[in-house]
């Protein structure tokens, strides 16, 4: 029994995060694996250009980075396609970084292999469409100078190097989205016009209006640095050492303004509010305009370190006086109160207050809750305790508070895998991202695999979930765990190039229809064209079809009522009518003859 216990993990064993570490998505060749008597130097990696996975990172240029550091890198055991496979991970850093974790273990061989994964996750299809349209619809802004436009669309064509556009229609484009201003320009450094030029010359024109540009561009910016050196002034609430330090950055910025050493010190007196400007001429020991500028100077130097040593004194008198303020927030958990206590001491090392006066504050700020619980762990109450035991105690209760915590956090994040859901208008691959993303902040969740994919599956959307069944042939159901993480890694490379989505239907009522202007138009001139007719065909006459006259007033229509009237007499005549029938009867009474 000793040796089976010996041998089975406590329960502290199984609650606790245990650390472990996924195999490499990369297979290194065997001969490094044999000869690996070799050594990266950490100045090497800290060399690699770093890649975030932001929207604004340029894959491409990363590679083209990656690739000019691993040029100048020669180690006997590797080859060239070796040592990029070695070092590419260590040039990812955040969501990129958790993205290539998240690849399946032994699954990339190739350097190329790896740059096309890479690529398809933060390069995909539709960028490559974007950008295309980016460059054919490009314009210059207003205001934009040509330089700064040029090296905006040169900077667009090297983020798409595979956009295979012509070097004409490129041309073209660029030269349609230029300002009139500009196109003018361009046209008369071109001799009249630059349709006339070939391509390679109309490149090399762009090249000289950029550069005429930018020299002009050079003149201005300097000239409104010397506008801004002669009208400086200090912001209100500005102590005097940042504006001095301001003005000193700003006079660093264009060496060459060629403005007299006295002015200078004139303008930066002019620019100082009215309290820092007396406390200057107090300092002068008579009038600031009887220095040279070379004493000017130096009276501002001492005052700035003046002001910076006061600044420096009140921000240490308010970190003192939030020392001894502490108080813990409503919802913090132990641990973080305590470490925020403890970077809060060590901002200000030299803040002279007595040990037992900042176990006493700290413990004075606890919650009521935490407090009963220091109390508890203390064996009472912590004012029986030395300064150095309350220290102790603080720090078991944080450790106690951060296990909890953690147990609390591995708890929440496995009830997030079993219950995990796609979001409406969520398209797959974000969805499989998203639940990628959250298996690797809890390595130990000790679920199954096979349970992992059923939750993936039981979570997507109804439309997702039928596109999985019809790329698994049928149902996914019938496939293997692995072969299921297999489906959904496909059908997330799909979802992600080709972006099927198309935006949700406009939900309308029941008698809400979608319309557009030219339909309504239409309609609204078929209305009018029927109530024209319907007017025009009250005022014709029903029985003579002429529009002379109304139906009461057709002559045709008096001549055959008389008509009418001498029929129904004679047929009274034969017998009489009722409803337009004519009524029988047997008695004698009832029979009519012409006695004439």
């Known amino acids: 029994m000793a040796e089976r216990a010996n041998l089975e993990p406590s329960l502290r064993d199984l609650v606790v995060l245990q650390a472990t570490v996924q195999p490499s998505c ?27 996975g932001n929207h ?8 083209k980075e990656f690739f000019e550091v691993c040029s100048f890198m020669k180690i006997e055991v590797m080859n060239d396609e070796e040592i990029r496979m070695r070092l590419f991970p260590f040039s990812l850093k955040d969501s990129a970084k958790a993205w290539f974790d998240s690849l399946p273990p032994n699954s990339i061989t190739t350097w190329a292999t790896l740059t096309s994964r890479f690529l ?10 974007k950008i295309g349209i980016e460059i054919v619809e490009i314009q210059q802004l207003d205001g934009e100078p040509f330089h700064e436009y040029w090296e905006r669309y040169k900077k667009l064509l090297n983020s798409c190097p595979n956009h295979n556009i012509p070097e004409w229609l490129l041309m073209h484009c660029f030269y349609k989205g230029l300002l009139d201003l500009d196109r ?81 010190m004139q303008c930066f007196y002019e620019g100082l509010l009215y309290s820092d400007r007396m406390m200057v001429d107090a300092t002068s020991e008579g009038s600031f305009t009887d220095k040279t500028p070379k004493q000017a100077r130096e009276k501002f130097e001492n005052v700035s370190n003046n002001s910076l040593h006061k600044y420096c004194v009140d ?42 006066h900042l176990m006493h504050t700290f413990y004075e700020g606890l919650l009521y809750s935490d407090r009963m619980m220091v109390n508890a762990t203390s064996g009472g109450s912590l004012m029986d305790k030395t300064p150095k035991q309350a220290r102790e105690t603080f720090e078991n209760v944080s450790n106690n508070s951060l296990h909890k915590y953690c147990v609390d956090s591995k708890r929440k994040i496995k009830k997030e895998i079993l219950e995990i859901q796609q979001l409406d208008g969520e398209p797959f691959h974000e969805y499989w991202e998203r639940y990628k993303k959250l298996l690797n902040s809890y ?38 765990p692995k072969q299921a993480r297999e489906t959904f890694e496909k059908f997330s490379n799909n979802s992600l190039q080709f972006n099927y989505r198309r935006p949700p239907p406009k939900k309308s009522g029941v008698y809400e229809v979608s319309t557009s202007s030219h339909l309504e138009a239409q309609i609204t001139n078929l209305t009018n064209l029927v109530k024209q007719m319907m007017q025009v065909s009250s005022n014709v006459c029903a029985i003579c079809t002429t529009p002379s006259h109304v139906n009461e007033a057709c002559p045709q229509g008096a001549e055959q009522q008389s008509f009418n009237d001498f ?23 009832t029979r009519m003859f012409n006695r004439g």
């Open 120 to 129: 398809q996750k933060f390069f995909p299809a539709q960028r490559t469409r």
């Open 184 to 264: 003018t320009i361009v046209d008369a450094t071109s001799g009249g016009s630059l349709m006339n030029k070939t391509v390679e010359q109309a490149r090399e024109t762009f090249e000289n209006v950029s550069n005429n540009s930018l020299h002009k561009y050079c003149g201005d910016s300097r000239r409104k640095i010397r506008k801004e050196i002669m009208e400086i002034q200090q912001l209100d609430g500005e102590p005097f050492h940042e504006y001095w330090e301001r003005y000193k950055k700003l006079l660093n910025s264009d060496l060459d303004h060629s403005i007299p050493k006295w002015l200078l």
């Open 567 to 589: 029929m129904m007499e004679q047929a009274y005549v034969v017998g009489p009518y009722q409803n337009n029938q004519r009524t029988i009867s047997d008695g004698a009474t």
């Open 26 to 52: 990369i297979i290194h060749s065997e001969n490094t694996l044999v000869n690996s008597n070799f050594e990266l130097n950490p100045k090497v990696i800290r060399s690699l250009p770093k890649f975030f």
């Open 443 to 480: 390595p130990d969740h000790n679920i199954p695999e096979w349970h992992l994919m059923h939750t993936f599956y039981e979570g997507l959307l109804y439309s997702d979930r039928m596109m999985v069944n019809a790329t698994s042939g049928g149902s996914l159901m019938d496939e293997t």
């Open 56 to 63: 604004e990172d340029d894959p491409h240029m990363h590679i």
């Open 315 to 356: 921000s240490k008198r308010k970190i003192k006086k939030e020392i001894l303020e502490i108080q813990q927030l409503d919802g913090e958990p132990f641990h973080e109160y305590w470490e925020r206590y403890k970077k809060l001491l060590n901002s200000y090392p030299d803040h002279n207050i007595p040990e037992w």
